[in-house]
């Protein structure tokens, strides 16, 4: 039986992963730097889908640098678990931050493994100081808000 549990909010962007044995610590489980592994490439995947890959971050010497991180960690998966990561731009105040929150199901049972969340800044990248975001940065991720 397959089922999905109720995604925190609306239309996540999403990317399924299966866990390897590479995945696995010594308690049997997934180690929890995977999840946070995880969470980057679906927030990256997110970023890509919405115009804004590496190739237009370093044109634009503009990047959105992560400030903050929590996850919480509910349940353990194990070798050979499908899951489901899903992500959302919750809020941003339109000039130098913004949030992103995280999801990870296992759609077998229909549990949540993990919730997370990110804070980013944006940069420019040849000085790493704070700066505004330009244009592209707005017209990119601001639709993508709930």
């Known amino acids: 039986m397959s089922t999905t549990a109720a995604w925190d909010y609306p239309q996540p962007f999403t990317l399924a992963t299966r866990v390897s044995p590479a995945d696995i610590d010594g308690l049997e489980h997934t180690n929890n730097t995977v999840y946070v592994k995880w969470c980057e ?12 890959d590496l190739d237009n971050y370093r044109r634009l010497d503009r990047a959105m640098a992560i400030t903050h991180s929590e996850y ?5 998966s194990r070798q050979g678990d499908e899951l489901i990561a899903g992500t959302w731009i919750v809020s941003w105040d339109g000039r130098f931050t913004m949030e992103r ?3 990870i199901q296992r759609p077998a049972d229909g549990v949540t493994v ?3 969340m990110m804070r980013f800044a944006c940069i ?3 000085t790493g100081k704070p700066r505004r975001m330009p244009p592209e940065f707005i017209a990119g991720y601001g639709p993508a808000l709930p």
């Open 124 to 126: 420019e990248i040849s």
């Open 72 to 76: 919480d960690y509910l349940r353990a």
């Open 41 to 52: 490439q679906v927030a990256w995947a997110h970023s890509v889908h919405l115009g804004l």
């Open 101 to 103: 929150r995280f999801q």
């Open 114 to 116: 993990l919730r997370g």
